[in-house]
């Protein structure tokens, strides 16, 4: 059963930062049988869409960014034997930043930015930007 748990969400003024965590288990994470998927981070605000936020290739070698984040929000991945840790630095972050933010697994290698190139998601966790 695959399992993605996302944690460090909270309130911060603006200007501040957080880093998000997303701690991922399962059958498709053990690198002895699979090559990790891709991951990403999405969030939804109040009344809104889910929209992209950035994804991150198998290995890390590669990320993707929604335009709205790039050169603040960083994404990174750290692959062990049978889990994969996902992290999101958030920096300089903006009342407009206020969302849940989920983590998602691809159910492919490289980076993807729809919603659909995504199988399996966590619960989400808020974050929220004071101005």
């Known amino acids: 059963q695959v399992q993605l748990v996302e944690s460090g969400g909270g309130l911060v003024q603006a200007g501040g930062s957080l880093r998000l965590s997303c701690a991922a288990s399962g059958r498709i994470f053990n690198s002895s049988i699979f090559i990790s998927p891709a991951m990403g981070w999405f969030r939804q605000a109040p009344g809104k869409e889910l929209e992209f936020v950035a994804s991150?290739?198998?290995?890390?070698?590669?990320?993707?960014?929604a335009d709205s984040v790039k050169g603040r929000f960083d994404i990174s991945r750290d692959n062990s034997r049978n889990t994969v840790t996902v992290y999101l630095q958030m920096n300089s972050l903006k009342p407009e930043d206020t969302a849940v933010y989920y983590c998602a697994a691809a159910k492919q290698y490289y980076t993807a930015t729809e919603r659909d190139k995504y199988e399996y998601w966590g619960q989400g966790t808020q974050v929220t930007v004071s101005s």
């Open positions: 991150i290739a198998w290995n890390g070698g590669n990320t993707d960014y």
